[in-house]
Every structure is written in C-alpha cells, then in structure tokens.
C-alpha cells in the first residue's frame, strides 16, 4: 500500500528512473520502498519470488528435503 503523494514526490520518483524498467512501476527494494506505507502478505512476493511459499511448495512435493 502505498503513502499518500504529492505530485512533486510522483515526479521526483519519475525523474530518477527506476519505475522505467518495473512490473508495477515501482521497486520496493530501491527508492520506491520510501512510497510504501505497507506490506500485506509476502513482502518476497512484491520483491518477486514469494520464497517461503516457494520452499514449502517444493519440500511438499519432495523436490527438496524438509528442513
């Protein structure tokens, strides 16, 4: 979820680049984590691979051992 913004933060985010090459036009884990105000579920899963689901998803189908 994203903090309220004003149009000159919309711009400066705009301006640095990083929204031109990202699903959704923003990364989390670089200067668009400062538009965020919060994460529900799987912050893995906005970065791009939910990794706890992904691991249980293997060990449960026994390509990886439990554990």
Do not use: C, W
């Not at 036009?25 to 706890?52: M, R």
């Amino acid at each position: 979820e994203f903090r309220e913004l004003t149009e000159a933060e919309i711009t400066a985010y705009v301006r640095t680049g990083e929204p031109m090459d990202k699903a959704g036009a923003y990364g989390i884990q670089g200067v668009g984590g400062a538009l965020v105000k919060a994460v529900y579920g799987s912050y893995t899963n906005v970065v791009g691979l939910p990794l706890a689901e992904t691991l249980a998803m293997l060990q449960k189908n026994g390509v990886i051992a439990p554990g």
